[in-house]
């Protein structure tokens, strides 16, 4: 894994979106990486971020094409406490809120 040049803006406690970042150049998918450090107990918060992916995924298990120079590609540990069919609406408002914060 290269230098991660994101380790200077890691801040604050498990929990707080960003406490943790792991640094890809090239991976398979953010989101697999993601499940993978869930499953072995990193805590909310914790962000997967690549410059590209081999096998990204879209919604509904679409292919997501990601080269490398074009956009960030990135997956954030959630555990919240809601019912698992609301799951889904997360995308929308994490997408809405990034697009405000960008536009301030």
Do not use: C, K
């Amino acid at each position: 894994m290269p230098q991660n040049p994101y380790l200077a803006i890691e801040r604050g406690e498990p929990g707080r979106i960003g406490w943790r970042i792991h640094y890809f150049d090239e991976i398979d998918s953010t989101q697999e990486a993601a499940r993978e450090l869930a499953a072995s107990g990193a805590d909310q918060g914790t962000l997967v971020i690549a410059e590209q992916q081999t096998a990204g995924r879209g919604r509904m298990g679409r292919t997501w094409h990601s080269p490398s120079g074009v956009n960030l590609y990135t997956t954030i540990i959630l555990r919240p406490p809601i019912p698992l069919a609301d799951v889904p609406r997360m995308s929308l408002v994490a997408g809405v809120a990034a697009a405000e914060a960008l536009e301030r």
